[in-house]
């Protein structure tokens, strides 16, 4: 049940009227049946996956809360479990492949057989989130849920169960099974946020999607860096626009049942580093790797020891030492950087093209830790200049640049594809290509720059006040103007959207 089909509207409007006419104690297990019907649209197949993280996460946390289980085995344990399922799921093929490819190498004359296995939609999502809570249980940050329908609520909430964001257990667990009482005006900002992530999706990454789709299929049409500067830039517009567009409907959908779900986007292409961009967009995917992978792995035995390895004993040089403690804390970081950008790529799909994908924006991270004491001394000796909004603009624009090169990766999912499209980027252009993204940008997608426009003067203006938002502002204007821009919206929606069939999927429901 996709979110901008008519079965989701009907399905929530019917959620929302029933969630709030029953009494508090009734509506949390409304809500886990809601979550498991909307999971078991797609295929009621896919409940027994959810079934199986959901019983594995709350036995081992209840264990682990009862001393029954030890922690260090029953964290091994949850995550050998879930984090198996996912790769047998996502990851076994490509694993096969791989294994296959280095037999045939090194001239072993045998192979494993490949496998297709249906992948369940959201797995990524919400075995992470999971996992997550079993490993804060684990840490005494959070107590486990003895309920087994309450935990299973917090696993299966269904705004965020296919796409994210991932949640927190200690900051959306009680939001669920908390007594709360209608609120009027945060309902209308829910509504609101819905119908800016409805506009996101079919005004501007519809019909983006619309017009470069059939790029992707053909990238030999497309030479000179001119016309895939333009494809890469109305990709990375298309991608923001859908899956920031997805994230405000589920955060629109909660925020009408009185919850609030983690942020996942911030003016992400108003970045001024990479390491900025990873903190602005999939927010929570970023936070998960970075409390769950980065800092374990930088307080683990293996990076403790060659920290010491390489700090050494004390010297009697007194410029050999400062060195040699620069050497000693960025070996480390750079080592656990390099783990998890690795595991981020791998994490979006079964494939090399996306490991390299995320090793490409982890290798701009690692290098900015690397050159930190030079970025430093520049600023140092340069203050005026860095604080100059022309240097700010040139970081942005320098980090779009980045990250929009980085989705001729990301999109192909296929280095053969890649490796093209960026021989087409550095040929000659000719009238062909001239032609081609003419045709690509034909009359009828002019429109659409419009919509884009809107899209960034909204992220300009929370990027320049965060603690100003456009639906405080409609809040305050004349009641006949709010209405006017109401139905101004809606009916450009409805005539000037791309819907329907062919155009329901987001981007990121793959993952």
């Not at 007194?318 to 998890?340: C, E, G, I, K």
């Amino acid at each position: 049940m996709v979110f901008t089909t008519l079965e989701f509207i009907l399905f929530f409007a019917a959620v929302f009227v029933v969630y709030w006419a029953l009494p508090s104690r009734a509506r949390w297990g409304m809500l886990l049946a809601a979550s498991w019907f909307f999971y078991a649209w797609a295929s009621p197949y896919y409940l027994i996956f959810l079934g199986v993280t959901t019983g594995v996460t709350y036995l081992v946390a209840v264990g682990i809360d009862t001393k029954r289980i030890s922690r260090t085995w029953g964290g091994v344990g949850a995550a050998v479990i879930t984090i198996g399922m996912l790769v047998v799921f996502k990851y076994l093929e490509f694993l096969f492949a791989n294994v296959n490819w280095l037999m045939g190498a090194v001239g072993v004359h045998a192979s494993l057989p490949a496998v297709k296995l249906l992948l369940p939609i959201g797995l990524s999502f919400y075995v992470f989130q999971s996992l997550g809570y079993c490993i804060d249980v684990q840490r005494e940050i959070v107590p486990a849920e003895r309920n087994f329908f309450k935990h299973a609520l917090f696993v299966s909430y269904f705004p965020q169960i296919l796409q994210g964001p991932i949640g927190d257990y200690g900051r959306l667990a009680p939001q669920l099974f908390e007594k709360k009482s209608f609120n009027y005006e945060q309902a209308v900002f829910g509504i609101q946020r819905v119908a800016w992530g409805f506009f996101k999706k079919v005004m501007i990454a519809n019909i983006i999607a619309d017009r470069i789709n059939p790029v992707w299929s053909a990238v030999g049409d497309y030479p000179g860096f001119i016309c895939w500067s333009a494809i890469l830039v109305l990709y990375a517009i298309q991608l923001y626009a859908d899956f920031s567009g997805y994230m405000d409907i589920a955060c629109g959908c909660s925020q009408m049942l009185g919850i609030r779900l983690d942020e996942n986007f911030q003016c992400p292409y108003f970045a001024k580093s990479i390491a900025d961009f990873w903190r602005r967009w999939h927010i929570t995917l970023g936070a998960w790797f970075k409390n769950y992978v980065f800092y374990p792995l930088l307080r683990s035995g293996a990076l403790t020891k060659l920290r010491k390895r390489l700090k050494g004993t004390r010297t009697r040089s007194r410029q050999a030492q400062p060195s040699r403690n620069w050497l000693a804390n960025t070996m480390p970081t750079v080592l656990a950087l390099f783990v998890v950008w690795f595991l981020i790529g791998l994490w979006h799909g079964a494939d090399w093209s996306y490991v390299a994908y995320g090793l490409f924006h982890g290798a701009f991270i690692i290098i900015a830790v690397v050159l930190a004491p030079l970025y430093d001394g520049f600023h140092t000796r340069f203050p005026t200049l860095v604080a100059s909004k022309f240097y700010a603009l040139f970081q942005m624009v320098r980090t779009f640049a980045i990250v929009t090169m980085g989705y001729a990766i990301f999109k192909p999912a296929d280095l053969a594809t890649t490796g093209e499209i960026l021989r087409q980027m550095f040929s000659a252009i000719d009238g062909g290509g001239v032609y081609q993204i003419q045709y690509t940008l034909h009359h009828s997608f002019i429109k659409v720059f419009a919509w884009i426009a809107l899209m960034f003067a909204v992220d300009a203006v929370h990027y320049t006040k965060p603690n100003g938002t456009i639906r405080a502002w409609l809040r305050r204007v004349p009641l006949p103007v709010r209405w006017t821009i109401y139905v101004a919206g809606l009916w450009l929606m409805v005539f000037y959207g791309e819907y329907g069939s062919g155009f329901e999927q987001f981007e990121y429901f793959k993952f």
